[in-house]
């Protein structure tokens, strides 16, 4: 069974500029979360999706935004970058959105933004 | 307020000895706890969790985990250290009222040969 798979993995993006980071989940997982990893902020919640409804969101700016699909694929979108925004972004998947369930992640995408 | 605290920010330990990386987490409901692992420039990996039943857990690696009600703690541990156990650890919590999982901040464990 695949896992969860992210793409890009790298890119780098300037200030200002918007970028959107994709997310395939586990094939049957329908809740798929973001989180953002950096050195000194450690890791961050962003956002839950499931069944297409976000369900918890953390404590990030309007800019952040994200949106699943039917076949329960994700994006989040960043607009209006800032320099603070370089992170890693983790994208995992869990079968359902119940406390308590295991959550799987992929292997990230590197965002650099100059 | 939910929340999850790991007080080391680094563990080290020689091989073949015993590990401990500590986590402790805020009462607030009945709690689930999680150990991930991370290996450089890769994301986390599941090692064990609690929900409820018996204290002890083993997970991937050898690795077990000891839910402490009245202490509020969900200590990492394993008997013999390896090597190839030097990473990057996090515990989760995470609530019955809500699906959000919390990371506590990491504790690298550098294990020497």
């Known amino acids: 069974k695949a896992g969860v798979t992210q793409t890009p993995r790298y890119l780098i993006k300037t200030r200002g500029q918007q970028v959107t980071l994709s997310c395939s989940p586990i094939?049957?997982?329908?809740?798929v979360s973001w989180y953002q990893q950096t050195p000194g902020q450690g890791l961050q919640f962003l956002f839950e999706?499931?069944?297409?409804?976000?369900?918890n969101k953390g404590n990030f700016p309007g800019r952040f935004s994200g949106r699943q699909f039917s076949n329960s694929r994700s994006e989040m979108n960043v607009s209006t970058l800032e320099l603070g925004d370089s992170a890693l972004y983790l994208c995992a998947s869990s079968s359902t959105s119940s406390s308590g369930n295991t959550i799987y992640f992929g292997e990230g995408s590197w965002l650099t933004v100059v | 307020a939910q929340s999850v605290a790991q007080p080391e920010d680094q563990v080290n330990v020689a091989e073949g000895n015993p590990l401990t990386v500590k986590c402790t987490y805020s009462?607030?409901?009945?709690?689930?706890l999680f150990w991930y692992v991370q290996y450089p420039n890769r994301g986390l990996q599941f090692l064990l969790k609690y929900i409820t039943g018996d204290n002890l857990v083993k997970g991937s690696y050898g690795f077990e985990a000891e839910f402490n009600k009245s202490q509020t703690s969900f200590h990492l541990k394993k008997p013999s250290a390896l090597v190839s156990d030097s990473a990057l650890y996090f515990c989760?919590?995470?609530?019955?009222?809500?699906?959000?999982?919390?990371f506590g901040s990491g504790t690298r464990l550098s294990i020497r040969p």
């Open positions: 999706y499931f069944s297409e409804t976000q369900r």
């Open positions: 989760a919590v995470s609530y019955v009222e809500t699906s959000k999982i919390i």
């Open positions: 009462v607030s409901g009945n709690p689930y």
């Open positions: 094939s049957g997982h329908r809740s």
